[in-house]
């Protein structure tokens, strides 16, 4: 039996590899030719640790208390030259990916589809030339084809599959999406790069509220799709706001989820006051089925810059503190920026 291992990189670069049964994470890694941090091996130093965000695992008892205190261990800190996992995991590595002699993962693909789905919108499928491995909610960086630029688009498809599924912002005079819209054709070969990113669904251990601007829906679809296949027996609630009628998508695809996935709800807005919908203005006008009593909630927000500080800027202002707050902003021609907050 071997297990999944997700490195998380300080530089936001995820490199996954197979760790066998009985394995500890630091030699699976140098296995898979990724040096990370180590000067003894033996539990001693402490210059391997690093942090588990989930899964399980044993420490074993050969390191000593320098390395690794008990308070350490009850925060999730691990020593990788000890830690021998008995699930898959996730690791966060503190240091960059290029010090560790790997960097981000290169792939290959098939455009298989182009579809734009509304003014605003365009879906893009691609056919992997492997299984892709990545946490829902990370992105990728694509190549533009005929240029050297990359644009970073996040996961809209399940974790795993070589099917691979992005929901993409329609730029007037952009690169990719001009690209996409009069010149890209099935059979097209594209250049991927990734997984990447800090912005993922940690295990649901409490009520989730999810909140999604225009194409930054498109990791929360990559994360309920992980939700339908796990299950879920939190209540998890997504609101998802964009400006115009127009610009709405997916919505059948979170009815659907809605079906299938216990204690999950969600809502639309539309900030437009020309709008027929019958939920206007912001995200934060209509957060009265949000599960935030008390603060005991995990968030997860991604959306434009401005819809981004505008949700920072409410929950300070109402003096809510939640268990732990993710979001990512993005912009037409600029990486993913990813935060975590408490």
Known sequence: MSYNIALNFEDGVT??????????????????????????????????????????????????????????????????????????CVVDIPAASTLCKTGQAEFGGTLAEVNLISPTAIELKVSADQDIPFLPGQYVNIKVPGSEESRAYSFSSRPGSRELSFLIRNVPGGLMSSWLVGQALAGDRLSLTGPMGVFYLRPVARPVLMLAGGTGLAPFLAMLEDLRAKGCDQPVHLIYGVTNDDDLVGVEALERFAAEIDNFSFKTVVASPDSAHPRKGYVTNHMEDAPIQHGEVDVYLCGPPPMVDAVLGYFREQGIQPTSFHYEKFSPSVAAVSEQVA
Not at 39 to 51: E, N, P, Q, R
Not at 75 to 85: A, D, N, S
Request: proline share 3%.
């Open 15 to 88: 490199r996954f590899i197979r760790c066998n049964e009985g394995e500890t994470v630091l030699d699976a890694a140098y296995r898979n030719q990724i040096k990370l941090p180590m000067d003894c091996s033996d539990g001693v130093c402490g210059t391997c640790k690093g942090s588990c965000r989930q899964g399980s695992f044993d420490l074993g008892d050969e390191y000593i208390d320098e390395a690794l205190t008990d308070e350490e261990v009850a925060e999730g800190k691990v020593l990788t030259c000890q830690m021998v996992p008995s699930s898959d």
